[in-house]
């Protein structure tokens, strides 16, 4: 992180988008992370074309609390920035909740990668490889609740299973631990963006929540 960005801490919670949106009658609209392209200067720009909500690239977690060349590498930010999400890759609490932690000023919130299919990912226990792990998902929710602070999210982004009943367990352990939000990639583990989204299965997992 660039100590020449770090203007003002953020105070917006991105929980109140999601009722704007609602009450307008519309969409809400998020740029989600895109490898190399979700930077700063990508995000002010879809945010001039009425974007709500940001997110940065996937972070690895334990490059960004271990050195300052790798924070100013990952992330920054802006007085004239909107709301953002920082999204990390990691698979332990500690760890994630240090990084949640140590970029709460700058952001409105953070988001878990467990999503991401990639087989580097796969090899270092990150990404879709946590989607067979939801107790330990949930305890990252709960170590970065603790220490990101008030008035911040923390949400995890999902894929899911070709058993979608193991998509409800999943989500159901990792609500329990008071995530503020679940985003579901239609997709399984091994499929690609050539292959269509499975609306029908958001659906139904969305129908289960009481």
Avoid at 89 to 98: K, L, Q, T, W, Y
């Amino acid at each position: 992180m660039a100590e020449g960005n770090m203007k003002m801490p953020r105070e917006f919670h991105p929980l109140s988008l999601f009722d704007k949106a609602k009450a307008e009658g519309r969409p809400l609209y998020v740029s989600g992370p895109m490898v190399r392209y979700s930077k700063l200067p990508f995000r002010l720009l879809v945010q001039d074309y009425k974007v709500d909500l940001t997110y940065t690239p996937m972070i690895l977690a334990h490059e960004f609390i271990r050195h300052p060349v790798a924070r100013s590498s990952d992330f920054s930010t802006n007085p004239t920035e909107g709301p953002v999400i920082a999204q990390f890759a990691s698979n332990d609490p500690i760890e994630f909740g240090r990084a949640a932690e140590m970029i709460g000023p700058w952001v409105n919130g953070v988001d878990l990668n467990c999503g991401c299919p990639q087989s580097w990912a796969m090899k270092e226990g990150i990404g879709c490889s946590m989607m067979g792990n939801p107790n330990k998902v949930a305890a990252m929710m709960k170590e970065a609740k603790q220490r990101i602070g008030p008035g911040k999210t923390v949400s995890c982004k999902i894929r899911i299973h070709q058993d979608l009943n193991e998509t409800i367990k999943f989500i159901k352990v990792v609500e329990a631990s008071g995530v503020d939000y679940i985003t579901i990639h239609g997709r399984l583990r091994n499929q690609r963006s050539s292959t269509p989204p499975n609306f029908e299965a958001i659906k139904m997992l969305v129908s289960t929540k009481p």
